[in-house]
């Protein structure tokens, strides 16, 4: 376990379904990330969260809404959503922001949009 | 936008063999990062190797980076059928940000 959890781990939701994705770190880290995986796509990164502000957002589509209330837990709230949004989302953390430090991420939610 | 690119796309090898993946970038970097990813899981930090180094080991992991070739190499000696994954070079460009961007990844077979 890398001390970060998801979940759930497995998600099915229809286009106009509202649902939400949570994370939680354990490794006392003040950065958090979102990142999609899809098939056949590089890793890509959508939010990037920094002592609980928003550092980052990677040209988001609105239907995705991050929320960090705190630096242990990251969500993301989904609503209106399209079936190519369909992907693993994973959640990672490190020590601060920068790519100076390795990141340590969740086992991911798997999203399919129906 | 995609700054790494691993090679081959997919390599498949018998247990005791050595695997050796290859990454390429496009602009000078801070760091690179090597990623494993198991089937559906989330990824695992194996190994950062700065620009001022050459070489990196860590127990059965060994990372070479060029920085005049703008190349970095992952070698895992002796491998195991538990080494079948997908691994992918992360890395931080120095002119764009703060956050690593990863390449597609080499998804590697090793079958016992």
């Known amino acids: 376990e890398t001390g970060v959890t998801q979940t759930p781990r497995h998600l099915v939701m229809g286009m106009t379904n509202k649902k939400s994705l949570k994370c939680e770190q354990h490794?006392?880290?003040?950065?958090m990330y979102w990142y999609k995986q899809s098939a056949k796509k590089p890793l890509e990164l959508m939010f990037v969260?920094?002592?609980?502000?928003?550092?980052e957002n990677n040209s988001v589509p609105s239907r995705f809404s991050p929320e960090c209330p705190n630096s242990s837990h990251l969500f993301l709230h989904l609503h209106t959503l399209q079936p190519e949004d369909s992907a693993l989302y994973l959640c990672?953390?490190?020590?601060?922001?920068?790519?100076?430090?390795?990141?340590?991420f969740g086992p991911g939610t798997r999203l399919t949009v129906t | 936008s995609q700054q790494g690119e691993e090679d081959p796309q997919a390599l498949s090898i018998q247990e005791g063999e050595n695997a050796t993946m290859n990454c390429s970038y496009k602009?000078?970097?801070?760091?690179l990062q090597w990623y494993r990813q198991n089937s559906g899981r989330g990824l695992v930090h194996l190994i950062l190797?700065?620009?001022?180094?050459r070489e990196k080991h860590s127990g059965r992991l060994r990372v070479t980076l060029d920085t005049s070739k703008k190349s970095s190499s992952l070698l895992i000696t002796a491998s195991r059928a538990a080494d079948t994954a997908s691994y992918f070079c992360?890395?931080?460009?120095?002119?764009?940000?703060?956050?690593?961007?990863f390449g597609k990844g080499t998804t590697l077979s090793v079958s016992s």
């Open positions: 990672a953390s490190s020590p601060r922001n920068g790519g100076s430090y390795e990141q340590y």
């Open positions: 490794l006392g880290h003040n950065a």
């Open positions: 969260y920094n002592f609980k502000e928003q550092t």
């Open positions: 602009t000078s970097i801070n760091n």
């Open positions: 190797i700065r620009s001022n180094e």
């Open positions: 992360a890395t931080v460009p120095n002119q764009a940000g703060t956050a690593l961007i």
